[in-house]
């Protein structure tokens, strides 16, 4: 291929790249000012069972007990199950210890599994013993603002609406680089979801705070590769119900500053959405699934081409760069400066759209050729930054009613 065939290939693929998510971002960005066209009622106070699956937590579950603590809801309407799956650091016995010097408010039951098969199959087991009419599953890591049960079940009132999520508020959000570019990427990931749930539902939830009917959730499906939060998303979406990201349902984790622990965490979850996309898809196509078509469309292409694009993108413009030193020097000096100059100014959207692109070629390079079984593998180095929220969660208790800033 010659010079002027590249660039003009590369124009092109520059064009689809960026007019595509530029347009879905543009066109989600006006469809968060919709109405919401649900029927919200703040006095709904329906029987919940929240469930807190756990993995070797110790470090951090005094905490989660702590915070569930404050959550206001009326006593007699909210139990809470921990689910352990055989931690190895005593999770359970810290438990146990935290509940004898602390009174907590709730009805709460410690269940423990004898060996470790995957949260899937621990999030079942809880169900068995869940009376709730509506199961929270929200992570050991993930604190959540008080008030969230009372601001978001409201949304469960209508019953078109089968499940909500949450908004995440990262802790460390300019600990570091990596923080910093995963914040760039929430603010954007919070448009999308929330101008999807307007429109009818959020293809993507967070299993740090996710709220599920009952009566549409029996079990979780529990197959390779298959995730909690985005599985049941298609389950409900199956059944012709909404899926909701609730602005007001704030909770707070934290990320790993270390690139490598970063990148297993975002690796696993994108190799689960794009399993789930895949299901998802296949169901449209048999008309299964219900859903505004753009949208599932739109996620499939930002999940599979888009990465597959950009990597086919990347030696093309390596060959151009190449090709036109040989005969323009001085112009390919002046582009690579150029390019140089915006990858500094814009450094963590560049940076995120090329590390977002690579973590989805490697998910799907995983789904494809790598075992099915994907081991749930916990990264420790995020969690020390909750330490933050343990401060942030005393003071709270000492002195209401403070209440949690945007950004701690
Ligand atoms: N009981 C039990 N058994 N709990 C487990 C197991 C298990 O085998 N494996 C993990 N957990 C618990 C962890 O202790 C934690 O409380 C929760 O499940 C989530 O694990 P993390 O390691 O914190 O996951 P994450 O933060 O990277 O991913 C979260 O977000 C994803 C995207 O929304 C999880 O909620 C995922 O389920 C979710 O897909
Ligand atoms: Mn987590």
Redesign the pocket.
Do not use: C, M
């Given at each position: 291929m010659g010079i002027f065939e590249t660039f003009v290939a590369l124009a092109f693929i520059a064009a689809i790249q960026v007019g595509f998510n530029i347009a879905y971002l543009l066109f989600m960005k006006r469809a968060v000012r919709r109405p919401w066209n649900v029927k919200i009622d703040s006095n709904y106070r329906p029987q919940i069972t929240i469930i807190?699956?756990?993995?070797?937590?110790a470090e951090v579950i005094e905490m989660?007990l702590q915070n569930l603590n404050l959550l206001k809801y009326p006593e007699d309407k909210l139990e809470v199950i921990v689910?352990?799956?055989?931690?190895t650091d005593g999770?359970l016995d810290v438990c146990r210890q935290w509940l004898t010097r602390n009174s907590f408010r709730f009805k709460i039951i410690l269940l423990s599994?004898p060996i470790?098969?995957?949260?899937l199959?621990?999030?079942n087991?809880?169900l068995k013993h869940a009376n709730g009419e509506i199961i929270v599953?929200?992570?050991?890591?993930?604190i959540l603002v008080p008030d969230i049960l009372v601001k978001a079940i409201p949304y469960l009132a209508d019953p078109d609406v089968g499940a909500i999520?949450g908004r995440e508020n990262i802790v460390n959000a300019s600990a570091c680089f990596v923080a910093k570019m995963e914040n760039a990427y929430r603010d954007i990931y919070y448009m999308l979801r929330l101008g999807e749930s307007k429109i009818h539902s959020t293809q993507?939830?967070?299993?740090?705070f996710?709220a599920y009917k009952r009566s549409l959730l029996e079990f979780f499906t529990e197959a390779p590769g298959r995730?909690?939060?985005?599985g049941a998303v298609t389950e409900i979406l199956r059944k012709g119900k909404r899926c909701l990201l609730v602005p007001e349902a704030v909770f707070y984790?934290a990320v790993a500053c270390n690139l490598i622990d970063y990148l297993k965490?975002k690796i696993?979850?994108a190799t689960?959405?794009q399993r789930e996309f895949l299901i998802r898809f296949k169901l449209w196509v048999k008309g299964e699934l219900k859903i505004p078509k753009f949208i599932l469309l739109a996620n499939v292409y930002q999940h599979f081409a888009n990465p597959l694009i950009f990597m086919f993108s990347i030696p093309l413009a390596l060959y151009f760069l190449i090709e036109l030193s040989k005969i323009l020097p001085l112009l390919s000096i002046l582009l690579i400066l150029a390019i140089t100059i915006v990858s500094i100014v814009a450094r963590h959207l560049i940076a995120l759209y090329i590390i977002s692109n690579f973590i989805l070629i490697v998910a799907f390079i995983r789904t494809l050729i790598l075992s099915k079984r994907q081991e749930?593998?916990?990264?420790r180095s995020?969690r020390r930054y909750l330490k933050v929220c343990r401060q942030k969660l005393d003071t709270y208790e000492n002195q209401e009613p403070i209440r949690f800033a945007k950004s701690p």
């Open positions: 807190v699956p756990t993995y070797n937590e989660k689910v352990d799956s055989a931690s999770t599994e470790r098969i995957s949260k199959h621990a999030l087991y809880a599953v929200t992570d050991a890591d993930a999520s993507i939830f967070q299993g740090e996710a995730s909690d939060d985005n984790d965490v696993r979850r689960h959405l749930w593998e916990a990264v995020s």
